[in-house]
């Protein structure tokens, strides 16, 4: 595949990435965008958290193409680098091994 097949494909992904986090947004309340850069092995991602710390992530073109998403939809934006990641975030993936582990046994 060439250069412009690849680019091709990494935009459907991303716009599939988009359509899924746009349902995600609808279906929860207080949610809050955290843009993580590029790294080596990772493209730039948005991750949405909600006020109950469910969170989820997807691909974006860019820090810019991140924050228009989020604008779009009025939620307030962060650049993670800078803010890191909400405790609540933390607390509720705590929460959930928790009920894992309880189901478990």
């Known amino acids: 595949m060439g250069l412009l097949g690849r680019l091709r494909g990494r935009e459907a992904a991303d716009t599939d990435d988009l359509a899924r986090l746009r349902a995600w947004v609808g ?3 207080g ?3 955290f843009v993580e850069p590029r790294t080596a092995v990772t493209p730039t991602t948005v991750l949405l958290v ?3 710390g469910a969170w989820t992530r997807g691909r974006v073109t860019g820090p810019a193409a ?3 998403f989020a ?3 009025r939620m307030p934006v962060y650049d993670a680098q ?3 990641y ?3 975030m933390r607390d509720h993936d705590a929460r959930e091994r928790i009920l894992r582990r309880r189901r478990q046994a």
């Open 50 to 52: 909600d006020a109950d």
């Open 82 to 84: 800078i803010v890191g």
């Open 31 to 33: 949610v809050e965008a």
């Open 71 to 73: 604008r779009k939809l």
């Open 66 to 68: 991140a924050t228009r």
């Open 27 to 29: 279906a929860h309340h």
């Open 86 to 88: 909400p405790q609540r």
